[in-house]
Each structure stands twice: as structure tokens, then as C-alpha cells.
């Protein structure tokens, strides 16, 4: 079974990859929107979530983990690799490079959560690329709390995310790498301050396949033909995440489970 987890609902957005390209899987996707934004908290204090969700999603029958968020893969993917080095995992990671392999401008945008940019992960990619490219970052305050609460394509959203695209694309950016799993929910509301000379970059498709590569190596991927199931859990309200799966990612597995989980002294339980 593939574990996967995000603050919230974002990493749906590679979830929808991963079934896509990997039909016959197992998933288990947990969304811990008891803590969501990840992306204002201390590095310490989602290393310590993941650690719990990561111990949930083993103890659950995941046999690869998948850190669908950028948040959590900048403060603790390497920390994890280290603290279960048995398991695979697979994590986020702004898409510089495509992007600096594409800009005609030379210029490159990222949009993500102020975690995103503190961690080491990102340090090492301005290190590798920002030579050849000149790469602008911005910060999409109250965008991860704008999907969540569903508003994908409200004046409200527009507003947020004028604030925080418009400066990337008046400097001259062709590509605006998403460097949130929540943002490619918006990726229409995106498009409309863009225009149709920027590429609008989600690494989610490049992720799946990452986690075919390692499920490869791994033999780890299935034999039999019959379509994957899926369960879904949440720290938050369980019937409003189930809405949310139907509407972001309508899901064609025969049955589909959306289950509640709890916080209980730091670790997770279902309930
Ligand atoms: N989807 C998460 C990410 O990719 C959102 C982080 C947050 O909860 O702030 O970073």
C-alpha cells in the first residue's frame, strides 16, 4: 500500500497522479487538518507530526511513503529517511529545475508556504540553479486556508492570489512553479492573472512517477489486475474531507473508505 499525507487536502492533488498512473495500487491518503497550515509552524513541531502520521501509515500496511506536501518534506524528509531507513520515501520539492530548463526569460517563480523556503531542500536548489536563472519566490499567505475551506474561485481567493502571483509575473517569470500541493486546486483562478505566456508548473505528475520508479526497484508494485482501493483518514471532520474528495478528486474505486483519526499524546488513533 502507498502512504500518503499532507496538512490537509492539498496533496490530493498528487493522490489523483498517483491513481492515475498507478490504477492498480493500494492507497491510504492521510490529511492532518487538526494541525493544517503546516506552513507557519516551527520545522521542529512538524518533524514531530510526521513522525506520528508516518508511524500511523506503517502501522496501517503502507510499505512506501509519500510526503505530499512541501511543508513537511522541507522540516522533516531527510530527518525521516534517517529515522526509518527501511523505508521508502518519496517527497516534494519546488520544481526548479524543469523550470530553469524552460524560462525564456531566464526568470522563474515559485509560490509556496514560508516553510517551504526556510528548509534546506530549497537552499540546495537556489544553490544549484540560481546561477543560470534568476529564481523569485513569493509567499501565498492564506491560500492554504482558501482551499480548505473550499473557495477555489471566489473574489476572495483572486485578491490572495494577485498579492502573491502578480509580483513574480510583472518581473519578467514565464514559469510559475507551484510549490504547494494546495495550489494546483487554483490553477484555473492562477491562469486568469497569468495570461497564456506563463507555464504554470505542478510537480505532481513528475512525483507519481517517482514513486512507480521506487516501487519498481522496491517489487513492490502489484501483480493482479483488479483497480486499487482506497482509504482516506483525517485528523479534522470526517464528512466534510469525504465532500471534498468527491468534488477535488472524484474517486473511481469501488469502495472508497473516508475514516476519522484522532490525536491522542501525540500519536494517532482511528477512531
Ligand atoms: N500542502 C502543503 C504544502 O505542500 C501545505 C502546507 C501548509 O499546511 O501550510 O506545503
Redesign the pocket.
Known sequence: MIGIF??????L?VWREIARQLPGENTLYLA?QA???????SMDEIRQFCISIVDFLLEQGAGIIVV???????AALHYLRGLYPDVPFVG?EPAVKPAAGSTKTGIVGVI?????FQGQLFAGLIAQYGNSVKVMTSIGHGL?ET??AGKLDTPETDILLKKCVSPLISAGADQLVL?????PFLIPAIKKLTGPGVSIIDPAPAVALQVARVMKQRDLLNRCDRKGGHVFFTSGRAEAFWECIQRLVPCKSDMPEACAVCWSNGRLCRL
Open positions: 499532507d496538512s490537509g487536502i492539498g496533496g492533488s492532518d494541525h493544517v497550515p503546516y506552513g507557519y509552524r505530499a506536501c512541501n511543508a513537511a518534506s522541507a516534494m509556496a508556504t514560508q516553510t517551504t492554504v482551499v480548505e510549490g504547494c500541493t494546495h495550489y
